[in-house]
């Protein structure tokens, strides 16, 4: 299996894509001012760290998978919005209540097409042992 894990973007652009196919790719995103990105996974698993993170106004994930799995892990005071197409598919959203914001002018937008995939929203990603 392709791993890419520890791999830090703080670039000027503000954005990122990766491709992930029967891999995984493990991201921590920088960027005070983050702008979107897109993920492709075919048989594979994206983990995107934003806790360090920061976006004005509005950012747009683009997220195209069949059979694969995003993990999101985003700040507590990002709004997260789905406008994504799913088949046989989910976003799960497993943040505590206490900390969602409804009224946060900081906004992901998810968007893109997930067949048989998982999209998962966490406050932290889980240490590997």
């Known amino acids: 299996m392709n791993i890419l894990s520890g791999t830090a973007i703080q670039n000027a652009d503000s954005s990122f894509n990766t491709t992930t196919i029967f891999g995984e790719i493990k991201r921590t995103i920088l960027s005070k001012d983050f702008k979107g990105g897109s993920v492709k996974n075919v048989f594979g698993s994206t983990e995107l760290d934003f806790t360090h993170a920061d976006i004005i106004g509005t950012a747009i994930l683009d997220i195209s998978q ?60 889980e240490e590997d042992d």
């Open 66 to 125: 069949a059979f694969g799995q995003v993990t999101i892990a985003i700040p507590i005071d990002w709004r997260v919005e789905s406008d994504t197409t799913h088949i046989l598919s989910e976003v799960e959203d497993d943040r505590s209540y206490l900390v969602r914001k409804n009224r946060s002018s900081k906004v992901l937008v998810l968007k893109g097409l997930s067949v048989f995939g998982a999209v998962e929203i966490v406050n932290e990603l």
